[in-house]
């Protein structure tokens, strides 16, 4: 009891606490996710077929299984001290608050400007493309804050930066589309006419409020058209991963500090970035059998990629241009129901953690959406953050053990991760606060409509 006292309230890390090198789990996987297979040949993706679209840097470390430590170049570090270590929190006033006798940490990526964890990766990707002396590179954005992160990577080193952002958000979230504007981003709602894909999209679907998928299938295009450009990503590639490792080896360190083993690890999964950054280390000792930790991914009921998606290869992106990669997957045609509003949308899940999952190393819930936004506001309302509603998904988990911990008497140390803030979601939570937002969880029939659209060949059974 003396000991916890001395826990305070927030654990920051002192610079020169911070990791030098990215950490990759896949090092330390007996099974290696499975790899990128070009779609025409059904052959692993090479080398030489991956630098066309990603920068050089990037593919080496996307197709790298087998060194644990990476290092940090040096200006991203430098990049990294403007707003970080991210500090770990000891929800004190949400334990109060749920008479629990659980001990709830989380880690706060929304102290930056784009408001989340994604600014570890864009710097990563702007300054590997910078270096490799690219005038540009293109990606897409859904709810916007890929496309934000990457806007302001691309302002600090002088680099070109074209978003295609889904259409609805574009119409829907007008600040985020100017902030990226203010970095300097060229924004194209998608899909567009402005690539072979996009007026392909917008004849077989016109009116369409566009998808991720589509996005993706433009921006690579525009990528892959252009000289001097190349494709970024924001979620899902194992590069990704890579540099969000950061999270998770910034948390693991301070919780060492202190003598902090957490029980069960929290994350909310979209393409599974922020919660293979926050495990990675964790999950490190777990594979090597040093440590045993509890690890639950959470997504959206309307969204179900790892609890009711199919473990197979698939298409990354609706246009079908991108290589194939084995995930657990709702199938790239899947567009979660209008009225979702909770972000995570993505149909599949990052390779890394769909073996994971697979081999039975995590778990993972699904959480309907007015549950997560009222699990936001009791969290608003006692720790002070306003939460991103994808980040909400952690809470609303992380608030269940805690309650479920109240009536056992367990004594359980939670930590999950709080990856942004939700000032720019204002319109969901103004739909929740009028008592107009609605659950929907997709019937098995409108999931089989996805799954159909899985590419059938030897081996990847969709069945
Ligand atoms: C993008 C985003 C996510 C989900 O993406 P992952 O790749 O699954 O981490 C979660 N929270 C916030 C705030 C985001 O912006």
Not at 48 to 76: A, N, W
Not at 262 to 267: A, K, S
Not at 300 to 328: E, I, Q
């Amino acid at each position: 009891m003396n000991r916890e006292k001395e826990i305070p309230y927030k654990i920051y890390l002192e610079e020169k606490e911070m990791p030098d090198s990215w950490y990759n789990v896949r090092a330390d996987m007996k099974n290696k996710p499975a790899p990128l297979l070009n779609p025409g040949t059904l052959k692993p993706l090479t080398f030489e077929e991956m630098r066309g679209v990603f920068c050089d840097e990037l593919c080496r470390q996307e197709l790298d299984d087998t060194t644990p430590y990476i290092e940090i170049p040096e200006e991203i570090r430098k990049f990294y001290k403007m707003y970080r270590p991210s500090p770990l929190v000891r929800a004190y006033c949400l334990e109060e608050k749920l008479d629990t006798p659980a001990k709830i940490y989380y880690k706060f990526e929304g102290n930056n400007t784009s408001g989340s964890h994604k600014l570890n990766s864009a710097i990563a990707q702007a300054y590997y493309a910078k270096k490799q002396g690219l005038k540009g590179v293109t990606t897409e954005t859904g709810a916007g804050q890929w496309g934000t992160a990457l806007s302001m990577a691309c302002a600090y080193f002088g680099l070109d930066c074209r978003v295609y952002m889904v259409k609805c958000s574009y119409e829907q979230k007008p600040f985020r589309r100017e902030v990226m504007r203010t970095y300097g981003a060229n924004v194209t709602p998608s899909p567009s006419e402005t690539t072979s894909v996009g007026r392909k999209i917008l004849e077989e679907f016109p009116g369409t409020s566009g998808s991720l998928g589509c996005a993706i299938s433009e921006a690579v295009e525009a990528a892959t058209s252009r000289e001097g450009y190349r494709y970024v990503l924001g979620s899902v590639l194992t590069q990704v991963l890579l540099h969000q490792s950061v999270i998770g080896l910034e948390a693991k360190t301070a919780m060492d500090k202190y003598g902090i083993k957490p029980d069960m690890i929290i994350g909310c999964a979209g393409g599974g970035s922020n919660l293979g950054g926050l495990i990675s280390p964790f999950m490190g000792e777990k594979l090597r059998g040093e440590a045993d930790y509890e690890i639950v991914a959470v997504e959206p009921a309307s969204c179900p990629s790892l609890t009711r998606g199919r473990y197979v290869y698939d298409f990354c992106d609706t246009g079908k241009v991108c290589p194939l990669a084995k995930m657990y997957t709702l199938g790239s045609g899947f567009i979660p129901a209008p009225n979702h509003a909770g972000g995570l949308r993505y149909h599949g899940m990052s390779s890394v953690l769909s073996q994971l999952y697979h081999d039975g190393y995590m778990k993972a819930v699904s959480v309907e959406q007015t549950s997560v936004f009222r699990a936001a506001e009791e969290f608003a309302r006692v720790e002070g953050i306003l939460p991103a509603p994808e980040s909400s998904h952690a809470i609303k988990a992380a608030m269940d053990e805690a309650i479920r911990c109240r009536q056992t008497g367990e004594e359980r140390t939670i930590l999950f991760g709080l990856t942004g803030t939700g000032y720019f979601d204002m319109m969901a939570y103004e739909r929740f606060n009028n008592g107009e937002m609605k659950d929907y969880v997709p019937t098995d029939e409108e999931l089989a409509k996805g799954f159909a659209g899985i590419p059938s060949f030897p081996g990847n059974d969709v069945c």
